[in-house]
């Protein structure tokens, strides 16, 4: 099953997890002592940032390690970053020039 | 001012529309004028790199607009023009939107602008765009066509990193 990256993100548990492995690779024992809720519960999260790779699993010796995958990460981040900076640059400006108004209206 | 309200812009994969909500510290009166007169809008709309023109702007029901977009360097021009469907002060513009860059017409987006007061002479602008089609939607929102040419965004990139870090 295909899963949908954005949805994946929305999620606070899942963002929490990546934050956690971007920092550093985790068995899933170590992971799931970050979380109050149940190991099924944090292994379901994995199983969806997995299915849309936002995370690798990595078989070391008796051990699974989940690994963050930047790259596909840089992929959903930069989707809308020139637009998002096109507006922020337009409401800086606009910004600049209520603030002008503003100074004038106050002159009167 | 002190720190700089966020931009948010939500555009949920497989969806035709978008939204841009942005708060600014003046009333909003002010901040509908920003948008509805010509020498206000050439002080902020146009892209950072490029020059902008107002070729029409009949702000008011049943109006209609066209801007231009040119390059500071003289490599190339972008116009979009619109109808205007409703202008109500100073809350509320309703209009449609489209590039004429595309190699076919037709591709027309349809906007929406809100201005809600806030307390302390505040304002919050919400505007959602409405596409064809999810694929004009994601175009709209990849090309950078309007922020023009990357150059732009690539100065900027230093200082939103320090933002970001800040927040």
New interface residues.
Partial sequence: MRR????AIADPTRRAILMLIAMQAMTPNALAEHFDTSRQAVSKHIKILTECQLVNQQQNGREIYYHFNPQKMKEVAD?????????????????????N??AK?NAK | ?LS??A?K?T????KQEFF?E?E????RE??F??FNEPE?LL???G??DMEMRIDKFDSRSGGSYRFVHSLCNGGGEFGFNGVIHEVTAPERIIRTFEFEGLPERGHVSLEFLTMTELPKNRTRLHIQSVFKSVEDRDG???S?M??GL?E??RK?DEL?ANSIVNN
């Fill in positions: 949908d990256v954005f949805q989707w809308l970053a020139p637009f998002q900076k096109m507006w922020e640059e337009r409401f800086d400006r606009l910004d600049t020039l209520l603030d108004l503003k209206e | 001012m700089k309200n931009t812009i555009a949920e994969k497989g841009i942005r600014f510290e003046a009333p002010l901040v004028r920003a206000f002080q902020w709309l892209p950072n709209l929102l990849q950078g309007e922020g990357n732009g965004f900027l939103f």
